[in-house]
């Protein structure tokens, strides 16, 4: 988010799931965006070849997903030459419309922002917190292979980890992101 305080700011509705998109448009004709985004975690369920089993069993995958936090809307920072550049380059008020009560496009409160921007930076830190693996810790696999296993953290370096597991009648270092294993509860 560029200078909260240095031009009035408006909430544009776009199509859900293109907000990303717009604030890209609005970005290349340099005007100010802000799409406040955090770490959401989901659950997917996996079918995962159980060797004890001798089948296939399914399993629940949990993992973080960036999410748009308003969806279907953008907050832009606007002053008059940006309005101009906004209807002529864009066509916004055709396909796009601002936050509308009846008395033209509302402007948001700068604290509004300011406060928004503070809670999303706190939260995706402790997500990112959580995220830490310490030496000895029971984690479990969420995809790739060795999806649904368990072991333990050993070392990390360089955007990757170090999983120690058993298999293959001893224990293994297995290498891989830090993304695709959880902390084990």
């Given at each position: ?26 970005t290349r004709l340099s005007i100010p ?24 069993v399914e399993r629940r995958q949990n ?115 830090s993304a695709q294993i959880e902390v084990?509860?």
């Amino acid at each position: 988010m560029s200078c909260i305080s240095c031009t009035p700011w408006y909430v544009v509705s776009t199509p859900a799931g293109r907000e990303k998109s717009l604030s890209a448009a609005f970005t290349r004709l340099s005007i100010p965006t802000f799409l406040p985004t955090f770490q959401a975690q989901k659950a997917r369920n996996l079918l995962v070849y159980d060797n004890s089993a001798n089948d296939y069993v399914e399993r629940r995958q949990n993992y973080y997903s960036e999410t748009v936090m308003f969806a279907g809307y953008l907050f832009v920072g606007l002053d008059d030459f940006g309005w101009a550049r906004v209807k002529t380059r864009l066509g916004v008020g055709y396909r796009h419309k601002f936050l509308d009560f009846g008395a033209g496009p509302v402007v948001v409160e700068r604290e509004l922002l300011e406060d928004i921007s503070q809670r999303v930076v706190a939260h995706n830190e402790i997500i990112m917190a959580k995220k830490k693996f310490k030496q000895g810790d029971a984690v479990s696999f969420l995809s790739g292979p060795f999806a649904g296993q368990a072991g333990l953290f050993s070392h990390d370096a360089n955007e990757r980890v170090f999983v120690l597991l058993r298999i293959l009648g001893g224990e293994r270092l297995v290498e891989c992101t830090s993304a695709q294993i959880e902390v084990r509860v």
